[in-house]
């Protein structure tokens, strides 16, 4: 059975992309385009990972980290915040409220692969 993952943001060129390299390499893929959207995909579909960016319309990438660590059902969703906002204090935020992992935009393709397999194998 394959790996479920949702990408959350609102940049839809970043989407696309991301989106057909994990289809490529097997993963079932999910899309929202936005923080409260990515709540209720996460409720609904139950992803093995969530791609999170930070900047997001209605409810950035933060809460919803916040909200997912908060929630008793869904507090054990690997979380992987990919975003511009690289400085080490959004890191050590994204890292704080619970993130398993942390990527700046932009990444390598082959990075981004690994972190996915390496936070899917946990």
Same mark, same amino acid.
Request: hydrophobic share 45%.
């Given at each position: *059975?394959?790996? %479920?993952?949702?990408?959350? =943001?609102?940049? &839809?060129?970043?989407?696309?992309?991301? /989106?057909?390299?994990?289809? !490529?390499?097997?993963?079932?893929?999910?899309?929202?385009?936005?923080?409260?959207?990515?709540?209720?995909?996460?409720?609904?579909?139950?992803?093995?990972?969530?791609?999170?960016?930070? *900047?997001?319309? %209605?409810?950035?990438?933060? =809460?919803?980290? &916040?909200?997912?660590?908060?929630?008793? /059902?869904?507090?054990?969703? !690997?979380?992987?915040?990919?975003?511009?906002?690289?400085?080490?204090?959004?890191?050590?935020?994204?890292?704080?409220?619970?993130?398993?992992?942390?990527?700046?935009?932009?990444?390598?393709?082959?990075?981004?692969?690994?972190?996915?397999?390496?936070?899917?194998?946990?």
């Amino acid at each position: *059975m394959s790996k %479920k993952i949702l990408i959350a =943001d609102d940049e &839809q060129n970043i989407v696309i992309s991301i /989106e057909f390299l994990l289809r !490529r390499e097997g993963f079932e893929v999910l899309v929202a385009g936005d923080g409260e959207e990515a709540l209720a995909r996460v409720r609904a579909e139950k992803p093995d990972l969530v791609l999170l960016d930070v *900047m997001m319309p %209605k409810m950035n990438g933060f =809460d919803v980290c &916040q909200a997912l660590r908060a929630d008793p /059902e869904l507090s054990a969703t !690997r979380i992987l915040m990919l975003t511009a906002k690289g400085r080490d204090t959004e890191v050590s935020k994204g890292l704080g409220l619970g993130a398993d992992g942390y990527m700046t935009k932009p990444f390598s393709t082959k990075e981004l692969l690994a972190e996915v397999r390496k936070l899917l194998e946990t």
